[in-house]
Structures are given as C-alpha cells and as structure tokens.
C-alpha cells in the first residue's frame, strides 16, 4: 500500500505554547512533582480521616474540616497536572495531516510516549474551537500574551469520541483549520470570532497591545 501523500505537516514553535517552563523536560518534571504532591496530600487525608478520625473525638468537626480541604488541594492539583500541564505536553508534538487521516499526539497521561492517534477524515464528524488566554515565548521573560484566541481544538468523532490537540498558538490552530475546512468542508464550531489580539511584554512589563495581523508582521517567533 503506497503511502498517503502529507497534506499538512505542523512547524513547532521553539518555545513550548503556553508552558510554564520553556523546555520540555522542565515541564515533564513540575508535572511529575504536583502528581506526587498531590498523592501524599491524598494519602495524608486518609490517614488523619481514618486512623485520627476515632481518636478526636472532641475535634471531629475541625479535623474532617481539614480532612476535606487536603482533598479539595489534592484534587486541584491533579487537574493541574493531568489537564493543564498535560496539554501543554500534548501541544509541544507535532499533529501531521495526510490525504485520508490525521496524527495527533496521543496524550498518554505518563507524558513520555511519541505515538499517535491515526483518526481517519471519514470519522470526523465536526471541530470544536478552543479559545482562550496563552504566553507564546520569544525568550524567558519576552513574549507575546495572546487574549481571546484559537489556543486549542477537539476533534469531535460521529461516534462521540474527542481528541484534544494540546495548546496550540493561534496562527498553527489557524492553519490546521484552514487545510481541514478547504480540502474536507468539515464543519468547524467556533464560539467566537478572530484570532484575538496580543500584548507584547519584555522583563515582565507590557509594551504594546496588537491586533493578531500586525503581532505576526513582527516576525518575533522562532520555530523548530
């Protein structure tokens, strides 16, 4: 079976979108580090819940009280880890569009597998637009603050199954909307309209605030 021509193949930006580390491997080990924190406040809750629970009587009330707070903690951060921090992981590989599929990053939740999902065009049912806020790096501390723009989509199956791409910027959300509507006409669902507009910051301080059009006339962005 001869191989199916690459319609379109993602350049990846330099700099992780959205990261809270620059690289990577910085970004795999925060995540590894909220997992474990978030396992021993878990267990911890347990174990004064459990063990500590019949033994205060007389503070029952106050130690459940922080019982539930450490479930509470420990829940946030593994929604921090295993949703936020997980779509920044899942963003930084590349998505490869061909004649009758597309490959798009698995997502494993350990972070370290390189396999795909080969989802067949004839199965997509329909796009779900992402929008939201999300730092695209030039260097640590200069940058691009994107507001109210394509960060993301859902591959939305007939058979209700969804793919998250990962944190995308703007303009390689866009171009992947573009080569999937004009070649296959699939339906794209977008609640709002544009492609945001950006602030520009150096050290920390804002600079300037652009329209998404004169943000990509700068030619700021290093890619891989």
Request: charged share 25%; no cysteine; hydrophobic share 40%.
């Amino acid at each position: 079976m001869d191989k199916e021509e690459t319609v379109f193949l993602e350049r990846l930006p330099r700099y992780i979108f959205k990261g809270e580390r620059l690289e990577r491997s910085s970004i795999l080990v925060v995540q590894w580090v909220t997992r474990i924190i978030g396992i021993s406040t878990i267990l911890a809750a347990l174990y004064l819940g459990y063990f500590n629970g019949p033994s205060h009587e007389e503070n029952k009330i106050a130690l459940y009280f922080v019982v539930i707070l450490m479930i509470l903690a420990s829940v946030l951060l593994f929604n921090k880890s295993e949703v936020s921090i997980r779509n920044q992981l899942v963003g930084s590989k590349r998505i490869e569009i061909n004649e009758g599929h597309v490959e798009i990053p698995s997502g494993l939740s350990l972070g370290f597998s390189e396999k795909s999902y080969i989802i067949p065009i004839s199965e997509i049912d329909h796009i779900d637009i992402i929008r939201g806020d999300g730092s695209q790096y030039i260097a640590r501390n200069d940058g691009v603050r994107w507001y109210d723009s394509p960060i993301a989509f859902k591959l939305v199956l007939k058979n209700g199954k969804k793919y998250h791409s990962g944190y995308k910027p703007p303009n390689t959300v866009n171009d992947i909307m573009n080569v999937i509507n004009t070649r296959w006409h699939i339906l794209i669902k977008d609640n709002g309209k544009g492609l945001g507009r950006g602030k520009r910051y150096n050290r920390g301080g804002v600079i300037g605030e652009y329209s998404y059009e004169e943000i990509m006339r700068m030619n700021l962005f290093e890619w891989r």
